[in-house]
């Protein structure tokens, strides 16, 4: 059974959640100060990450779990050249190889609408 969580706060971009039903914080989601977004991190500082925004939700108790979702981590991958993801109803290919220059290159189709895009990533440089 998946745990729920509540959040609360919002003052000066400040928020803590707390599981369901327990004032005990588990975690906290503090506004950067500089360059924007959030870093959420756990309560005991084990771990933090970082988001651009916070996520949209229709509730408190299902931004919460989205936020914590993050904590949790997602699944990740590892391979030499490329892989393949499915993701809500994308198909996703990943590859970094002799290839494409070693650039990172992001292709994705649905079976709706399957034309294949293509995404060339960059790396911008802090001037």
Known sequence: MNKLYEIFGGDHGNYKICEAGNA???AF??????????????????????MRHMPTAENGR???????????GVPKFSADIGCYVEINGFTIYLEVS??????????????????????????EQAQ
């Open 98 to 123: 002799e290839a494409t220059a070693g650039v990172p290159s992001v292709s994705y189709w649905t079976k709706d609408y399957p034309q294949d895009f293509v995404t060339h990533l960059t790396e």
């Open 62 to 72: 299902e931004q919460a779990s989205s936020i914590m979702a993050l904590l949790d």
């Open 24 to 26: 005990t914080p588990v």
């Open 29 to 50: 989601v503090r506004r950067n100060q500089d360059g924007g977004g959030y870093t959420v991190s756990r309560a005991d500082e084990s771990k933090s990450v970082s």
